[in-house]
């Protein structure tokens, strides 16, 4: 739990910077338009580019390294893992052989050729998204979606997900210590015991800040939903932005595609 | 092609078993899936969400109270999916995928709702899961978990399963067919030198190591939740129809 309280946040996201600045709905249109070049590369080379522009934009702007490394280290594990196995079940032109354990292993070259792209494939897209997150708080990301058509029910549940995970979080922290103070956590049986407690406290305590939160946005002048005023018009750079962001992401692709097949 | 068979499926359940942190996570993560098969995944998991949104407002029309109770729920399932539970075949943590946990609260068709934004919120602050696998991912856990749980609860408490057994049956159940069904998206999306069906295989052999306790561990955990809750605010539990459900007194 320390580890994803440590991670699980959008407070770097709020820092002043060129691209924090930027219009939420301008970052998601260009990160959704690097993530579809992503997933329709044939080649590795674009999206291990993208990775390499993302990573050392986000560098760039400050996000400690070890929050990087944090947020890399699954998709890197997945990256690995998947370009193994790829290289020796996939494909039937034998690169590289040898045995190991008694068995018989060979790489193929069109294995190899699957496992890197789809091992980068996952790279670039995860690090399009650690950019979009370090850059642009959750609630303007879900703003965003809500003006480029995400339903309205769908973003209030978004929203308030977002705003009360913290809440808890903490509350589950605090149980979670109380617990382990008590020798809650000794020993299998008495550990998943105490998981279950702590669950149930966690969702006994959500209902009653519902009707806590309720009757606060009663207050408020809540009458079922949650109000989005009109959203700026989009100004004229942001159109620039998106313009230049779509022919430089065109053109890169083009490239790595004719050039690396 | 026999042996490379035998060869792929013992490195994948060496790769998962060596990557237990990867096994854990329960989302196909971002780039895995090609074009064609993330946008079927989304068009299978939209009516499912849209179906949950429509729910949520005719009841939050009866009840304004609703929507913020959805909201607070979600986020509980979401903390207690996040809580890590030991693995002892793979010698370190895991975490619970909730839905069934959820399901049974605020029914399946919310729970999709409730897990779609889990999983962006996953994908965008945890980098688990992805945008463009948004979709698979939701007709993993969010439709298939769901809709399992749900329909296990009710069975057993029909049977007469008291509520504590028909919780660990629904956590258990919702648990398997997620890791079953993101087995059925990778091979559909991995290449690989035998037939689909071999893929499948070898990607739901690889996660059982992990998955088979780690479904019963959830199973435990749901239990002991609404165990709990029954001993504390039985009320609760009546006033959201949990207590009856199935036709159980």
Known sequence: MSLLSGIFSDLFARQDNTLARLDARTKLIVALAMLAAVIFSTTPVFPLGILLVCVTAAAALGVPARLLALRLAAPLGIAGMLLVLQSVMAGSTPLWSAALLGVKITVTREGLHNGLLIASRVLGGVSVMLLLSSVTPAHRIFGAMRALGAPQGWVEIAMLMYRYTFVLLELTGDVTSAQKVRLGYAGMRRGLASAGTLGGTVLLRSMDQAVRTHEAMRVRGYSGEIPFGPMPKLARRDGWIVAVAALALGTLFYAAEALCP | ?249
């Open chain 2, 1 to 249: 092609m026999k042996t490379r068979k035998l060869t792929g499926a013992l490195l994948l359940l060496l790769a998962v078993a060596a990557l237990p942190s990867t096994a854990g996570a329960m989302h196909i993560s971002e780039g895995i899936l090609p074009p064609q098969w993330a946008a079927l995944w989304f068009a299978v998991a939209i009516p499912f969400v849209a179906w949950g949104l429509r729910e949520m407002k005719i009841r939050s029309a009866r009840e304004p109270f609703f929507k913020p109770m959805v909201g607070l729920i979600g986020a509980a399932v979401f903390v207690i999916s996040c809580m890590p539970i030991p693995v002892l075949t793979a010698g370190t943590c895991s975490h619970p995928c909730g839905t069934g946990m959820a399901a049974i609260l605020i029914g399946p068709a919310l729970t999709v709702v409730v897990s779609s934004v889990a999983l962006l919120l996953q994908a965008l602050f945890l980098s688990h899961g992805g945008l463009t696998t948004l979709g698979g991912n939701i007709v993993s856990m969010g439709i298939v978990g769901a809709y399992t749980g749900w329909a296990v609860f009710h069975v057993t408490r029909r049977a007469g399963l008291p509520l504590w057994g028909a919780a660990f049956l629904a956590g258990l159940f919702s648990d398997w067919a997620t890791y079953a069904t993101t087995s059925v998206e990778l091979a559909s999306a991995l290449p690989g030198s035998g037939s689909f069906l071999h893929m499948a295989a070898a990607i739901g052999l690889s996660f059982m190591p992990t998955q088979l306790p780690l479904g019963i561990l959830e199973g435990v955990i749901t239990a002991g939740v609404y165990r709990f809750i029954s001993v504390r605010r039985p009320s609760l539990l009546e006033c959201l129809g949990v207590a009856t459900a199935g036709g159980a007194r």
